[in-house]
């Protein structure tokens, strides 16, 4: 029998729980959240991650919200009880929307609890709390389903005997299982091609190294970790035939906001010839931002940069930057795999043809 698949939120009723991926690989250890605050903190201390992840245990965060407040009111049955779960929603909402801002897949997820609270709405707390669970679980079946097609659609872009590059995490443990741009690579191994994936390690949060390389190990996929600066030499020695990377959110002309290094990457790759390929869900595209100049990129503590797990990398009192995302023009990309299908340039065209219909009610 094979090893289980990868969980990385699952809703369990009274909580969310996640795998912490700050302690990967060292430790696989799942965090119980039992409070709104707590999936919060989850999602701004990574240790929950990924653009696809961030959404579904946002959504899982709101949930939560509404079963601890119904919880709180339960017995009551004036049109009070349902005005607390809603406050509470609203709170939450609130609260989680202020914890990362570039990937769109959270405000996506907390877009999608309220419209379902809004339909909701008049049927009573408990219904509304087991409605708002409901639909965080749906959100992650959803998710799995499509990492999966995005994997059948992206696995026919590789070939017998590519080496493969890969930046950051695109795995499961980005998204609720399978992973994005990683769904790809895996999807192609388990199709019979025999690939080789090359690593980045992924500074200065080390994703590349911590969590691509643990996925890649578990699925027994040939694999070499190498560190950022190795990428343009390995690619002139032709070892690496295409490259697949995530994306945190994609403007409607097709630029890409993903992982701090990224657009070197599709510089290089332009350089060398060589495709490169983003995997991601409709979900991680923002309809209403024209090009990736719009996309707001995440700032994070330069302690991060100047220290690893506490240890200094630098002499005390250095100044460092860090911001966590860059955009990749889409004049640079060969195409967009989605659950949709390969998107091909001109990509504004191609997005737009796919665009799910807005749901009942909202006009944007
Ligand atoms: O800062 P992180 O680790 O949340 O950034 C993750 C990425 O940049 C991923 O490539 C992206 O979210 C796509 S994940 C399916």
Same mark, same amino acid.
């Given at each position: 029998?094979?090893?289980?698949?990868?969980?990385?939120?699952?809703?369990?009723?009274?909580?969310?729980?996640?795998?912490?991926?700050?302690?990967?690989?060292?430790?696989?250890?799942?965090?119980?959240?039992?409070?709104?605050?707590?999936?919060?903190?989850?999602?701004?201390?990574?240790q929950?991650?990924?653009?696809?992840?961030?959404?579904?245990? $946002? !959504?899982?965060?709101?949930? #939560? /919200? =509404?079963?601890?407040? *119904?919880?709180?009111? &339960?017995?009551?049955?004036? +049109?009070?009880?349902?005005?607390?779960?809603?406050?509470?929603?609203?709170?939450?909402?609130r609260?989680?929307?202020?914890?990362?801002?570039?990937?769109?897949?959270?405000?996506?997820?907390?877009?999608?609890?309220?419209?379902?609270?809004?339909?909701?709405?008049?049927?009573?707390?408990?219904?509304?709390?087991?409605?708002? $669970? !409901?639909?965080?679980?749906? #959100? /992650? =079946?959803?998710?799995? *389903?499509?990492?999966? &097609?995005?994997?059948r659609? +992206?696995?026919?872009?590789?070939t017998?005997?590519?080496?493969?590059l890969?930046?950051?995490?695109?795995?499961?443990?980005?998204?609720?299982?399978?992973?994005?741009?990683?769904?790809?690579?895996?999807?192609a191994?388990?199709?019979?091609?025999?690939?080789?994936?090359?690593?980045?390690?992924?500074?200065?949060?080390?994703?590349? !190294?911590?969590?691509?390389?643990?996925?890649?190990?578990?699925?027994?996929?040939?694999?070499?970790?190498i560190?950022d600066?190795?990428?343009?030499?390995?690619?002139?020695?032709?070892?690496?035939?295409?490259?697949?990377?995530?994306?945190?959110?994609?403007?409607?002309?097709g630029?890409?906001?993903?992982?701090?290094?990224?657009?070197?990457?599709?510089?290089?790759?332009?350089?060398?010839?060589?495709?490169?390929?983003v995997?991601?869900?409709?979900?991680?595209?923002?309809?209403?931002?024209?090009?990736?100049a719009?996309?707001?990129?995440?700032?994070?503590?330069?302690?991060?940069?100047?220290?690893?797990?506490?240890?200094?990398?630098?002499?005390?009192?250095?100044?460092?930057?860090?911001?966590?995302?860059?955009?990749?023009?889409?004049?640079?990309?060969?195409?967009?795999?989605?659950?949709?299908?390969?998107?091909?340039?001109?990509?504004?065209a191609?997005?737009?043809?796919?665009?799910?219909?807005?749901?009942?009610?909202?006009?944007?």
């Open positions: 029998m094979g090893k289980p698949e990868i969980k990385t939120v699952e809703w369990h009723g009274d909580s969310v729980w996640l795998i912490d991926q700050t302690l990967l690989p060292a430790q696989l250890a799942i965090v119980k959240c039992r409070t709104v605050a707590q999936v919060a903190h989850a999602i701004k201390s990574m929950v991650r990924g653009a696809p992840a961030i959404g579904v245990t $946002a !959504a899982m965060g709101v949930a #939560l /919200a =509404a079963h601890l407040a *119904a919880s709180a009111c &339960a017995g009551h049955r004036s +049109g009070n009880g349902e005005a607390a779960v809603h406050a509470a929603v609203d709170a939450a909402c609260e989680l929307g202020v914890t990362r801002p570039t990937a769109v897949n959270l405000f996506w997820g907390l877009e999608r609890m309220r419209s379902v609270a809004e339909e909701l709405r008049g049927t009573g707390t408990e219904a509304v709390a087991a409605g708002l $669970a !409901a639909a965080a679980e749906q #959100l /992650a =079946a959803e998710d799995e *389903a499509t990492c999966r &097609a995005m994997g659609h +992206g696995a026919a872009l590789i017998d005997g590519d080496g493969v890969t930046h950051c995490n695109a795995g499961a443990l980005a998204a609720v299982t399978y992973g994005t741009a990683l769904g790809v690579v895996r999807a191994h388990e199709a019979g091609r025999d690939i080789h994936v090359w690593v980045d390690e992924t500074r200065p949060f080390l994703q590349g !190294a911590r969590l691509t390389a643990w996925e890649l190990q578990q699925l027994g996929i040939d694999s070499t970790l560190t600066n190795m990428a343009a030499h390995f690619m002139s020695q032709g070892r690496i035939q295409k490259i697949v990377v995530g994306a945190d959110r994609i403007a409607a002309n630029d890409v906001a993903n992982k701090i290094g990224t657009y070197a990457l599709a510089v290089l790759a332009a350089h060398h010839g060589i495709p490169f390929y995997g991601a869900p409709l979900s991680t595209v923002d309809w209403d931002v024209p090009d990736g719009a996309i707001p990129i995440e700032q994070r503590d330069p302690d991060e940069v100047t220290h690893l797990r506490g240890a200094p990398l630098a002499p005390d009192g250095m100044a460092a930057a860090h911001p966590a995302f860059d955009v990749t023009p889409h004049t640079l990309i060969s195409a967009i795999i989605t659950e949709a299908g390969v998107l091909h340039p001109p990509l504004a191609s997005l737009a043809a796919v665009r799910p219909a807005a749901p009942a009610g909202d006009a944007t």
